[in-house]
């Protein structure tokens, strides 16, 4: 029989005013702890050969070795680019943006199932928030496009934004030369919408299309000109029920404005349409003219010529950021940096002058 004692935190000479009892077991049992999982580490030869087969297993396993911070994982990643660069660069390349309920995931799933009918497979690169604070991110797209996700000619790879050297340009575009490596022909990029993101997607697409919603008051209101002149397309989405009147109104609004604005794409008249994405309506005239734009600018060699400029212009950024990231490493940099901000912030030395002297003790330590 088990034998039955008081806690050790009952007071002592306690009554039955403490019914709390121990009771001790019978026999200790054995027990096995599993050993611990091991992450399983693929060669090159592997990825390579995965990720040109199309397996997305693979695939997400390459993508996560390049978008590693670990400097252990730079060579590997940057050999796995080079071993897939030939077989890259024969997609569309379509950047999404648009105002926070504008309904692009919803878009970006009817309009990649419906890619997938056309016989296109089909790559979402959604870049997420990132909090400045935590560096978290939200990485929520497969959810929110749950039947495009579960396509097995769809491929969903949420990235966060921020806390990377380079940063989502440099994390995204490899991962644009994986997916294409792997038989994806059209490459949708969704950015959030905020700030600097637009022009960032912008440097590395073919095709940009902004979502818009009416019925919001002035039909315009928050749409910044800098971002129209991004555009080569403007979607008015959410076209349907007692919204439809509205929208073509905006569409007739926004085809006025672009009278007074340059174009995005030499060659190009940036267009306006309107779209239901939850009941995919106008999704066939949106690929129509996708398709329309793609014949025209790679006739005129406008296609050709922007990827070359997107590259020397990735190329010219990453070794702004090397340099830049080399010099703060640097240990007199690292020990004169606090004290000079601490003077500048408390207006006892002129900005000027505390960059001069960082710089003048940063080419002494050479």
């Given amino acids: 029989m088990s034998k039955k004692r008081k806690p050790e935190w009952t007071p ?15 026999k200790k049992l054995k027990t096995k702890t599993a050993p611990p999982l091991k992450e399983k580490n693929y060669d090159l030869k592997t990825l390579v050969k995965g990720v040109r087969e199309g397996n997305r297993t693979l695939l997400a396993k390459a993508i996560t070795l390049i978008e590693s911070n670990a400097e252990k994982h730079f060579l590997p990643a940057q050999e796995l680019i080079k071993e897939l660069l030939p077989y890259s660069g024969n997609s569309i390349r379509i950047g999404i943006t648009g105002v926070p309920g504008a309904g692009k995931s919803t878009f970006i799933e009817n309009f990649g199932l419906y890619l997938i009918e056309q016989g296109h497979k089909v790559a979402v690169l959604a870049i997420d928030p990132s909090s400045t604070i935590s560096k978290g991110s939200i990485l929520g797209d497969k959810t929110r496009m749950e039947l495009l996700s579960r396509n097995p000619k769809s491929f969903i790879r949420p990235s966060p934004s921020a806390g990377i050297l380079g940063g989502v340009a440099r994390k995204t575009r490899e991962t644009i030369i994986l997916c294409e490596s792997a038989g994806y022909d059209v490459i949708l990029i969704e950015t959030v919408g905020v700030g600097q993101s637009e022009t960032t997607v912008r440097s590395m697409v073919d095709f940009f299309l902004l979502m818009q919603i009416a019925g919001a008051g002035d039909e315009l209101q928050g749409i910044k000109r800098g971002i129209i002149e991004l555009a080569d397309l403007i979607v008015i989405n959410k076209a349907d029920g007692d919204n439809i009147a509205r ?120």
Avoid at 248 to 270: C, D, F, M, P
């Fill in 12 to 26: 002592v000479n306690s009554g039955k005013e403490f019914a709390s009892e121990i009771v001790t077991g019978t």
């Fill in 247 to 366: 929208t073509e109104l905006a569409k007739r609004e926004l085809q006025n404005v672009l009278h007074y604005i340059r174009n995005s794409t030499e060659g190009w008249q940036t267009k306006v349409v309107t779209s239901s994405a939850l009941n995919k309506i106008g999704l066939k005239e949106i690929w129509e003219l996708i398709t329309e734009f793609q014949k025209l600018t790679k006739q005129s060699s406008v296609f050709a010529k922007r990827r070359a400029q997107q590259n020397t212009q990735w190329f010219e950024n990453l070794i702004a950021e090397a340099v830049l990231h080399r010099f703060y490493q640097q240990e007199k940099v690292k020990e004169l940096l606090p004290r000079l901000k601490e003077e500048v912030a408390k207006g006892k030395m002129p900005v000027a002058l505390a960059v001069d002297t960082l710089l003048k003790n940063e080419k002494s330590e050479e």
